[in-house]
């Protein structure tokens, strides 16, 4: 009986080494992906390839794509809060976008969780807001497999574009960006 207890207690303290050493895999995985906004993905996503995905720009009053190769859907909506390239700039492509980082950007099926700083959702002007949510959605369905936005003020679901009256809830995709006139 007591050789049983051992060969259990053994069997567990290898079960539990297993458990760490995958724990520490995941970490040093995260470590050596890691980006300025962290990523979850449970879409099929090959995060050694890169994609052509379109980034969003205002140009002439319009909102018009500009080709990007990516990595990752953060990599993606990093660019474009950054801002257009100098050489964008000088094409005459801009942004109204805050001058703000994403809290977060995680892919999840087919939707992107966005989180932003609560300065973020201070921007005004029905046009202006309008066209910072399709430059952003716009940009996320470019990715492959994105088929929707979900909006969250820091780490906390927004339903409502504050000011604004843009819908955000429970996810905004194309279609329903269309539609919005704000206000």
């Not at 909102?63 to 700039?89: A, C, D, H, Y």
């Not at 300065?119 to 996320?140: E, H, M, P, W």
């Not at 994105?146 to 819908?167: R, T, Y």
Request: aromatic letters at 10%; a neutral charge.
């Amino acid at each position: 009986m007591r050789n049983i207890l051992i060969l259990v207690f053994i069997i567990g303290l290898f079960f539990l080494a297993g458990c760490n050493e995958n724990q520490n895999n995941n970490t040093q995985q995260n470590e050596n992906n890691s980006t300025t906004v962290p990523q979850q993905s449970t879409a099929t996503v090959n995060h050694n390839q890169r994609y052509e995905a379109m980034i969003y720009w205002e140009q002439q009053g319009k909102i018009v794509p500009v080709r990007k190769q990516v990595g990752t859907i953060s990599e993606l909506v990093n660019s474009l809060f950054r801002g257009p390239s100098e050489e964008e700039s000088k094409n005459g492509y801009f942004t109204e976008l805050p001058k703000v980082s994403p809290n977060k950007v995680i892919l999840e099926d087919d939707k992107v969780l966005l989180d932003l700083p609560a300065t973020f959702y201070d921007a005004r002007g029905s046009f202006r807001v309008s066209n910072i949510l399709k430059q952003i959605v716009y940009t996320c369905e470019s990715f492959p497999g994105v088929k929707k936005v979900v909006f969250l003020k820091d780490g906390n679901p927004i339903s409502v574009f504050p000011g604004e009256g843009f819908v955000l809830a429970p996810y905004v995709d194309k279609n329903s960006i269309k539609g919005q006139n704000g206000g």
